[in-house]
């Protein structure tokens, strides 16, 4: 087990580190042109989607399909989810804790930052690590979440989550890394994973970055009062 006094210094090490990585400028916003490719029961269907993050409290993406006609709209904030289906005309809302029908696991804002930006994450008491064969893995422990961090020199590799309430599991494998002058090694593809259980055919949502770019913000155009609205 680890003392307090390690946990401390280990803490303090992380942030020193993750200053080193990412520089003086602050990470404030992303935005990126994605390429996403979702497979569930045998089919497939492939959308563009416009990512916006504000990495204090906002994700908006907009999906687009095949002939470039925008067919939904998302906005994440740290207890809800909003969703705008622009082709039925319609919008719903879930708490944080909730899944949807667009996305089948239920992220919240800071897994969608590990999700997005392969971001290491800052520990704290609830945190666990072990070294196998040079991986650094990471274990972090909250109300009904459990998530997992498998990092090679300062690289995040892969995240497994685990929410112990809805038993669902997720899995993220991170590829194709790219160094940036004011940022670490971003991965421009991530291979999602999700299942019910380890035996289940999971979902698989696999997204590759066209293009990317830091602290250049975006407005969050959402105009969900416009749409018949179910949820919350």
């Known amino acids: 087990m680890w003392t307090i006094r390690t946990r401390y210094l280990l803490v303090l090490i992380q942030t ?16 990126a042109k994605s390429e996403i490719t979702v497979q569930k029961n045998g089919e497939k269907e492939e959308f563009t989607a416009h ?5 204090k409290d906002t994700l908006w993406i907009s999906f687009s399909g095949s002939f ?23 919008s719903m809302a879930f708490f944080s804790e909730e ?7 239920a ?23 072990i070294m ?29 989550f685990n929410n112990t ?10 590829t194709n890394f790219v160094a940036d002058s004011k940022s670490w090694a971003i991965a421009k593809e991530r291979n999602v994973k999700i299942m019910q259980s380890p035996l289940d055919e999971p979902i698989t949502i696999s997204i ?10 975006r407005p969050f155009n959402f105009n969900f009062s416009k749409y018949k609205n179910d949820g919350l």
């Not at 990512?51 to 990495?55: A, E, F, P, S, V």
């Not at 470039?68 to 082709?87: C, H, P, Q």
């Not at 930052?113 to 008491?125: A, G, H, R, T, Y």
């Open 99 to 105: 899944e949807n029908y667009l996305i089948p696991y």
């Open 51 to 55: 990512i916006r993050y504000n990495l």
């Open 107 to 129: 992220f919240s804002l800071q897994d969608w930052n590990l999700l997005l930006l392969n971001q290491p994450l800052m520990s704290d008491s609830n945190t666990e690590f």
């Open 132 to 160: 196998e064969n040079d991986i650094k893995i990471s274990s972090y422990y909250s109300d009904h979440h459990i998530k997992k961090l498998y990092q090679k020199n300062n690289r995040l590799l892969k995240c497994h």
């Open 208 to 217: 590759r970055y066209l293009d990317f770019a830091f602290n250049s913000p």
């Open 16 to 31: 020193l580190l993750l200053s080193a990585i990412f520089g003086q400028e602050s990470l404030n916003f992303f935005s």
């Open 165 to 174: 309430r809805s038993g669902k599991l997720c899995e993220v494998m991170y």
């Open 68 to 90: 470039g006609v925008e067919g939904a709209r998302m906005l994440v904030v740290k207890d809800s989810t909003y969703i705008i289906n622009k082709i039925e005309k319609t």
